[in-house]
């Protein structure tokens, strides 16, 4: 049984997350980090409830962090200290974070993702792909919509699809992502990759990209119907770092999937 950790256990992601781990037979739930106190709503009697991270990485074989920005860096430092790996699932990261986490896998198995998801992961791959393919007689634009407690936009996903599509296109990213097009008095670059964002209901997570030329239309389209399928692959992640070397993992590791 492998001693799993969560961090933000009173979150929406977090509480779902300690139930997977509950009711798996290959794991168990080791130690629960909360922030504000607050009460999980799960009844635990025997589980180790905490607000110092560091608690949480030594009670525990491999963490699960789906919490905030403003937390990362306490929680990375928790998990270098521990030198046990950590699976991050929390988006709206900046680059300084990103720089945390890829140093961090030179000495510990770590792996983030914006999206736990199989078909998401595929998504991505597919996004690269037809970039590559496409000429930028093909304009490409990302929409996506989340429900209406989400507070970082565009969504981590949006951003990684974006960062996906600028790799196949053999672009820089930055100089080409649009954010806000009440900004650009322009018309659109030939390069440009726009996003727009719809925040409302309890929308799990809708992604879309969009290749439109002046004669066709490709779309791919993601729609996560629960967030299940978020705390499932976070398990599922979980299970398969462990015991793996100090690096930086991603998603498409865990899926092996046939075509890298
Ligand atoms: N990778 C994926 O597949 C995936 C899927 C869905 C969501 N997400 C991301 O996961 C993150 C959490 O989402 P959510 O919907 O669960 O959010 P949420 O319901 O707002 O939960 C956030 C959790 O983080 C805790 N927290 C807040 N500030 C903290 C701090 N400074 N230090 C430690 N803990 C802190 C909160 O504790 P308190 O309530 O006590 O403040 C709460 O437990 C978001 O970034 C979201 O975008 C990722």
């Not at 986490?101 to 037809?130: C, D, F, Q, R, Y």
């Not at 097009?181 to 996003?195: L, P, V």
């Amino acid at each position: 049984m492998i001693k799993i950790g969560v961090l933000g256990g009173s979150g929406r992601m977090g509480r779902l997350i300690v139930q997977k781990i509950l009711e798996s037979p290959k794991a168990r739930l080791s130690a629960v980090g909360i922030h504000h106190q607050k009460p999980i709503g799960l009844d635990l009697p025997d589980i180790l409830m905490t607000t110092d991270p560091e608690e949480v990485f030594s009670h525990s074989d491999i963490v699960i962090d789906f919490t905030k920005p403003e937390a990362l860096q306490d929680h990375i430092e928790a998990a270098l200290r521990s030198t046990k790996p950590v699976v991050i699932g929390t988006t709206g990261l900046t680059d300084a974070h990103q720089i945390l986490i890829k140093e961090a896998g030179h000495h510990i198995p770590i792996l983030w993702a914006p999206n736990m998801s199989l078909g998401l992961t595929v998504m991505l791959k597919l996004t690269e792909k037809i970039a590559s393919i496409l000429d930028s007689s093909f304009d490409i634009e990302i929409l996506e919509m989340h429900h209406r407690h989400k507070t970082d936009a565009p969504s981590g996903t949006a951003l990684a699809l974006g960062k996906a599509a600028a790799k196949g296109r053999n672009i820089p990213f930055h100089e080409n992502a649009c954010f806000n097009r009440m900004e650009c008095h322009t018309s659109r670059s030939k390069d440009q990759i726009g996003f727009a964002v719809l925040r409302g209901g309890n929308v799990s997570g809708d992604h879309q990209v969009f290749f439109a030329s002046d004669e066709e239309i490709i779309t791919l389209s993601h729609r996560a119907l629960d967030r299940d399928i978020f705390a499932k692959g976070a398990l599922k992640t979980a299970l398969w770092l462990v015991g793996k070397s100090p690096g930086l993992y991603t998603m498409q590791d865990v899926a092996d999937l046939p075509w890298r």
